[in-house]
Nanobody
């Protein structure tokens, strides 16, 4: 499966952005999808996950502000009440089926190219 992330940009604190991850190739519905982010000088951090069953989970740092959803060939990350500390490159990832390691970047086999999100104070 090939992934293309989009929707990043510059937004003021308190604003919203919606990231999209478009998939092509194999049957996307058979893949779980995750969103990760990486700030300068830091490791790749788990943000959100949606299983093939539709079950979702989000990191504590974004709980109540971010949500993940999916349609046939797209997965989206809705980000509200953005904070400067949300500034990072955001990546979508996919894995056939599901994994208990969904918070671990090493548990994902397919990655999009990343989209920059910058939140100004």
């Amino acid at each position: 499966v090939q992934l293309q992330a989009s929707g990043g940009g510059l937004v003021q604190a308190g604003g919203s952005l919606r990231l999209s991850c478009a998939a092509s190739g194999h049957a996307f519905r058979s893949y779980s999808v995750g969103w990760f982010r990486q700030a300068p000088g830091k490791g790749r951090e788990f943000v959100a996950h949606i299983h093939t069953s539709g079950t979702t989970s989000v990191a504590d740092s974004v709980k109540g502000r971010f949500s993940i959803s999916r349609s046939r060939n797209t997965a989206s990350l809705q980000m509200d009440s953005l904070k400067p500390e949300d500034t990072a490159v955001y990546y979508c990832a996919a894995q056939l089926g599901g994994s208990d390691r969904f918070q671990d970047p090493n548990g994902w086999g397919y990655w999009g190219q990343g989209t920059q999100v910058t939140v100004s104070s």
